[in-house]
């Protein structure tokens, strides 16, 4: 035995911390048991590859006899991730075959927990070399000091080391540290980066707790982060502050909204930097000290910029108070001091109330109140600027207020305008004047005469006079003045230049507008002081548009061409005219004006009307007229130029009623004396009543436009409109010339019992045909069965045949609707419904064999007496009988047959009736054949298969035969002898005849001798 060496290799690798770094290890040990062939060949190597596709070589060995490999623990680490071991070797050996391995150790992407991987081979002990293999991710996750505030609602991000797979980032939390790890929930796993929100996952109940943070790879775990868990105080909401009500005054506020209610046992407190804020008051608040919306009102606060901060506590800890939200700081703004000025306008003229205040505020809030001469208060009318109007000469006191009733202040101000402080109320006096006289105008009226309108509408030769006084007249003893004129045309005031000047005192003037149109005016004076008489309107009237209109105030009642001369020249016209200078009532009869009515004439020419001088033209015909009106002032009603009018008659055309008239839609009656006709009267022309419509009488009664349910023949309606104008016209409804009627012209019986071959023919007239000539029809059998199949049909000019074949014995129903039967109303006769024809069968043939004559005697008779005298009837029924000249007057033809020899039948021609006659013994059979050729037999489709012949089998009496049995005479010349006859065969009963002419069977008391006795049977045949 050799030595055995004990080797033992540690390998050490530098670790250097990358950012990227797993820990990788390979334990294994093995001894050789039996004799190497080949230590040249022998040798075990472990390779190490990584995911960036290189390797490196981590155990290299030669192995020979007895080699003994001590535990080898390879504690890697390395910055990049490993994939797998791979572990290659060859030993040769002597006695036990060659150990041969090749074997890849997955190491899970750099993540894989302790496995084993086992060699097994006879040459080392234990017959196995084991290898333990594991890797690992070492992931560091930074300590966060004492910066480690776990808030709530606000994001706390974690990193961890980068560089490895995302599938090896699992993040986890305990509560308790290394104990109850679970996955941290509503987070995106699988990155070295993750942010948290506490609130996500942690209630009240663990504020001011230690929450613990790691990585678990699947195959290890990063080192725990700690982290204390607050709840944040409630954020601040935007501030909601108010300006001070007054320029320097105290009385700002703020209101403060939060972000949520303050939990049971937490408070708040407020704090600020600006000394003005009421430091102390906002302390330790708890949830009763805010409203509704958990907002706090702040009062009392002056001027300035405060930035304002929250602190919390809540169950032994601080709330987290470190978001930019848990502090704000909001402006209480002052207001501008209430400010204004004055300006005022003098009153124009003596005695006037035109001056007028102006007041222009600044500063303040909202809108303004001025107050003149302890007046009532009163709001400014525009914005910032009032002006106070109509003020009569005098002196005027101003103070004015803003919304907040801030009176307006005297400001002292430095060189640039800059505010350096109140000096008390502002308040302003003006005082307003007025000239020593007033100017006026006044104009002159119709009554005085000063005023003339025109005389029509349009024209131009009105006058207006204006009285100018008071004021200062100019040097030249007038006034300036301007007349302007409203044009309608162009819808502005243009300047009046016709007039002249007059005096009427000293004190008085006069400007006369003249050649003046109707309508607005106005004048302007201006004294010589430039006191104003501004815009005096003046509106010269004139006569209102003299016009005339035509009204038809009685329509023509009927159109002259009306058949029945009803009334075509009660039209009446009525002149309306308007406008214009009326007569006086004592003129023209009391109308307002002259009239002159005129009428075309064939040539097209108006024609006056000689005595139509009224206001209404009554009894006219149909026709154009037209009508004009003379005013008052001889104006007529025209076109005016230049004051001159060119009359212009106003038309209108008297038009008569269309022709009453009458046009008719009909529908016939569908069915011959049927009651579905209607008829639809369609009228236009005439003057329908105001409802729409006519009085309407038809010669059945009937009131109404359409009538129906009507029978055949001539219908009148009469027709009268509003005006009894009438119309008349008559229309006949038609119907089809014949009823429908089915006739069963011919049929034919099936021909046996059972027999399909029968047919039924029906013919089809009146109503109405289909255009094909034809009628829509249904047969049925009994069960209801379509035979429409089975029908055949002809169609002639005035007739529709149709053929029903194929029929056994049955009742058939044949229903017919004519053409119009889907269109009728009254549709019962337009079809015959379920009409029966009853086809019968024949009654079954049937034939008996009689004997009508039985034979006589047996054949073998010594006598020869009648042997074939024999005779058979035949009693027969059913099937269709020969007519009485058929046959010779025989109901059927008759077949008789003899069976010769066994199984061979000969037809007996002779005989031809239902007797047949001389017959001897035998077989017989007989057939019969009817009208329809059917015999007695098996039929099939209508076709005799087999006929069945009625056979009768005729027997002859039995041989006559006689016997007699005697008893001769006991003694000599006796008489105690006795015969007996025995008669067998023939035809019972016998008459027997003794030679002695006794009759009896048996004779007695004989003598001794021959007797003779004769027999005959009731056929006559004797023995």
Known sequence: ??????????????????????????NFWYKVDRNVKNKSSSNMTIRLYYSDNTSEEIYSKSIGDDTYQGPVNLNLSRNKRPINFKVTGFVNFSDVGDADWNHTLPLNSGCITEQRYTYRHSGFQNDRINFDYSSRPIIKIPEPGADNNFPEDEVLTLTASSGFLSSVYNWEYSINNGANYRPIPSVNQNRRNVEILGGQFLDKSYHGKIIYFRVNTGCNYSNSVPYRFLI???????????????????????????????????????????????????????????????????????????PVAVAGFFNGFNTYIESSSHKTSFTIEDQPPVEFTVETTNVNCNGGSDGTITISATGGNGSYTYQINDSTPQAFTNGKTHIETGLPQGWYTINIKDTNGCLAQKILRDGNGKIIGPEGTLEESREITQPDAALSVEFSTLEDGGIKEPTAYGFSNGTITAKINGGTKLPNDTYNFTWEYFDDLTASWVNWTDFNYAYDAPDDWYIILQNAKGGNYKLTVTDKYGCTVTNQPFTLGQPPQLSVSISETNAISCNNTNIFG????????????????????????????????????????????????????????????????????????????????????????????????????????????????????????????????????????????????????????????????????????????????????????????????????????GGTPLNSGTYTYIWKDANGNNLNAQVTQTIYSNSYVIKLNGLAAGVYDLTIEDGNYPLAIDSPKCTISNSPYTLHDPKPLTVEIQEHKPISCHSTNAYGTQSSDGALRIIADGGVKLQPTDNKGMPYYYTWKKEMTPGVWTELTGQITDIATNLDAGNYAVNIKDANGIVLGIYHNNVLITPTDTTYVFEEPPLLELTIEKQDVYCYNGSDGWAKTIITGGTPPYNIVWSSEETSERISYLNQGVYNVTIMDSRGVSS
């Open 1 to 26: 035995m050799k030595n055995k060496t004990l080797l033992i290799v540690m390998l050490f690798f530098a670790q250097i911390l990358y950012s990227q770094t797993y820990e990788i290890k390979l």
């Open 232 to 306: 944040s105080a409630p954020h601040f909401l935007s501030p909601n502050p108010n300006p001070t009500s007054c320029y320097d005054k105290g009385d700002g506020s703020v209101r403060l909204s939060f972000s949520r209610v303050l939990k049971q046992g937490e408070v708040l407190s407020i704090t600020s930097s600006n000394n003005n804020f009421p430091s102390g008051k906002f302390v330790n608040l708890v949830a009763s000290d805010f409203d509704s919306n958990q907002s706090i009102l702040i009062e009392n606060l002056k001027p300035g910029i405060y």
């Open 566 to 765: 009803d009334d075509s020249s009660d039209g009446e016209l009525t002149a309306i005219g308007t406008g214009g200078v009326p007569l006086k009532p004592t003129d023209n009869k009391g109308l307002p004006y002259y009239y002159k009515w005129k009428k075309k004439d064939a040539n097209g020419v108006y024609q006056e009307i000689i005595g139509a001088d009224s206001n209404v033209l009554s009894n006219r015909d149909a026709g154009d007229y037209a009508v004009n009106i003379i005013d008052a002032n001889g104006i007529t009603v025209g076109t005016a130029i230049n004051n001159v009018v060119t009359p212009v008659d106003v038309l209108m055309t008297l038009t008569q009623p269309d022709l009453l008239q009458i046009t008719f839609n009909k529908v016939d009656v569908f069915c011959h004396g049927g009651k579905d006709g209607s008829i639809h009267a369609t009228i236009i022309g005439g003057t329908p009543f105001d409802s729409g419509g006519y009085t309407i009488k038809w010669n059945t009664g009937a009131q109404t436009e359409a009538i129906d349910t009507l029978v055949a023949g001539t219908y009148t309606i009469i027709v009268t409109d509003k005006n009894d104008c009438r119309a008349q016209a008559s229309i006949t409804i038609d119907q089809p010339a014949f009823p429908l009627v089915i006739n069963y012209t011919a049929f034919f019986a099936p021909t046996y019992t059972g027999a399909t071959n029968g047919w039924i023919e029906a013919t089809v007239t």
